[in-house]
C-alpha cells in the first residue's frame, strides 16, 4: 500500500546549504577529543625530553601552555586549510589565498618532523645520560649512543607521529566533509524545490480524489433518503390497502350498504373532529395524501 | 470490499399479512355485531400498527443516517488536512525558491554578503 502522503508527509528538510547543528556540535566534539588525544601524547614526549628540568619544577607551567599549543596547532592547521581550501574552491577567497593554505600545511608538517625529531633525539640523550642523572648523581659513565632505527624510543616516536598526523587528517576530513561548495548547495537547492513541487502536485492529485470522496458519500446520503422515502411510501400503500380491503369485506358483509357506509361517514366526521391522528415524523407532504383518500377509516 | 465502501443497510417495510388476518377473522367473528365502536377499535389497532412501521422505518433511516455522516465527516476532514497542507507546501516552495535564487546570486558573484559563506 503506498504511503499516505496527507497524514504522513515525507521528510523534506528545509535549510539548503548549512549543515545541522547537531553536526555541528558533533565535529566540535571530534575536534576536542583529538586535541584531548593529542595532549596527553605531546606531555608525555615533552616530559621526557625535558626530564632533566621537569624534575625540578622548573618549567611547569611553561610545558603545560606548549603542550596545549601544539596540540591545538596539530589540530586546527588542517581544519583552517581545509577551509581555505574551500573558499578558495568556491571562489569566495581569491586564489592568492593558497599560498597561505600551503605555508600552514608547510607549518604542520614542520611541527611534526620537529616534535618526532625531539622525542627521538630525547631517548638517544636519556639513553646516553643512563638514567635520571639528578637524583642517582652522575656516577654512571657517560656512553655514546647513537641513532637507530629499532630503539624503543625511536618506534615510540613514530607511533607518536602516526598519532598525530591521523588527528590533523582527521580534522581536515571534518572540514572538508562538512563545508560544501557553493555550486552544490544551489544545485541541491534547485533539487530541494523540484521535490517540494512533486509533493505538493500529488497533494493536488489528493485533494481531487478527496472531493471525489466527499461528493460519493453525499450522494449515497441522498440515495438513502429516497430509499426511505420510497419506504414510507410502500409502508402507507399497504396499510390503506388494508383498509381498503378491511372497508371492502365490511360492505360484503352488510345487507344495507347504506348503513356501512352511514357508519363510514360518521367515522370520518369524527376523524377530522380530533386530526391529531399520526404526525409523520419525516415529509408528510410526500407520503400518500391521508386526506383525500376516501377509505381512510 | 472495506467498511467505508459498504453501502447503507436496505430498508425492511413491515409486513401486514398478520394484521389483516387477524382483523379480517375478528371481522367474521362478529359479523352481525359491527358497529362504530367496534370500527374504532380496528381503528386504533391499523393507526398503532402504522405508528410502530413508521418508528421502524424512522429508526433504520436514523442508522443510516448515523453512518453516512460518519462517513462525510471522515472524507470532509481528509479534506481539510490536504487543504492546510497545500497551503503548507505552497509556503515551503516559496521559501525554497527564494533560498535557491540567493544561492544563484552568490553562485554568480552579486550577492553582498557573498564573504560570510564557508
Avoid: C
Wanted: charged content about 25%; proline content about 4%.
Amino acid at each position: 500500500m503506498a504511503r499516505d502522503i496527507v497524514l504522513k508527509p515525507p521528510r523534506i528538510r528545509s535549510g539548503v546549504g548549512h549543515i545541522s547543528p547537531f553536526a555541528h556540535v558533533l565535529v566540535y566534539v571530534l575536534l576536542l577529543g583529538m586535541i584531548t588525544v593529542d595532549y596527553v601524547l605531546l606531555s608525555q614526549a615533552l616530559t621526557l625530553l625535558l626530564r632533566n628540568d621537569s624534575q625540578y619544577g622548573s618549567i611547569g607551567l611553561q610545558m603545560y601552555v606548549i603542550t596545549l599549543g601544539i596540540s591545538l596547532a596539530v589540530v586546527s592547521l588542517p581544519h583552517v586549510v581545509a577551509i581555505i581550501m574551500r573558499r578558495i574552491q568556491a571562489g569566495v577567497m581569491s586564489r592568492r589565498w593558497s599560498i597561505v593554505a600551503v605555508a600552514l600545511a608547510l607549518i604542520w608538517a614542520a611541527l611534526l618532523a620537529a616534535i618526532t625529531i625531539a622525542r627521538i633525539k630525547a631517548g638517544i640523550d636519556a639513553q646516553s645520560a643512563g638514567g635520571l642523572t639528578g637524583l642517582t648523581g652522575a656516577t654512571a659513565a657517560p656512553t655514546t649512543a647513537t641513532f637507530s632505527w629499532s630503539a624503543p624510543d625511536t618506534i615510540m616516536a613514530f607511533l607518536m607521529l602516526g598519532v598525530l598526523a591521523t588527528s590533523g587528517a582527521i580534522s581536515f576530513i571534518a572540514a572538508w566533509l562538512t563545508t560544501r561548495p557553493l555550486l552544490t548547495a544551489a544545485e541541491k537547492a534547485h533539487s530541494h524545490v523540484e521535490r517540494l513541487r512533486v509533493h505538493h502536485d500529488r497533494l493536488l492529485g489528493e485533494a481531487v480524489a478527496a472531493r471525489e470522496e466527499t461528493i460519493q458519500a453525499m450522494r449515497l446520503d441522498h440515495e438513502d433518503a429516497v430509499r426511505y422515502t420510497g419506504a414510507r411510501i410502500t409502508f402507507a400503500s399497504r396499510v390503506d390497502l388494508l383498509r381498503a380491503q378491511l372497508a371492502t369485506r365490511l360492505a360484503q358483509r352488510e345487507r344495507d350498504p347504506e348503513s356501512t357506509s352511514q357508519i363510514i361517514r360518521e367515522l370520518k366526521a369524527r376523524h377530522v373532529a380530533e386530526p391529531s391522528e399520526i404526525s409523520p415524523a419525516i415529509p408528510p407532504v410526500q407520503l400518500t395524501d391521508r386526506a383525500a383518500d376516501p377509505l381512510s377509516s | 470490499m472495506s467498511k467505508r465502501d459498504r453501502p447503507l443497510a436496505d430498508y425492511s417495510v413491515p409486513k401486514t399479512r398478520r394484521l389483516r388476518r387477524r382483523l379480517l377473522w375478528r371481522l367474521r367473528r362478529m359479523r352481525d355485531a359491527v358497529d362504530v365502536e367496534t370500527l374504532e377499535v380496528f381503528e386504533h389497532e391499523l393507526g398503532a400498527f402504522e405508528r410502530a412501521g413508521v418508528a421502524d422505518i424512522d429508526r433504520q433511516r436514523t442508522r443510516n443516517v448515523a453512518t453516512s455522516a460518519a462517513r462525510v465527516a471522515t472524507a470532509q476532514k481528509r479534506e481539510e488536512l490536504i487543504r492546510s497542507a497545500l497551503v503548507r507546501a505552497e509556503n515551503d516552495i516559496r521559501r525554497a525558491e527564494v533560498a535557491a535564487e540567493r544561492l544563484d546570486a552568490k553562485l554568480l558573484g552579486q550577492d553582498p554578503d557573498l564573504h560570510t559563506f564557508a
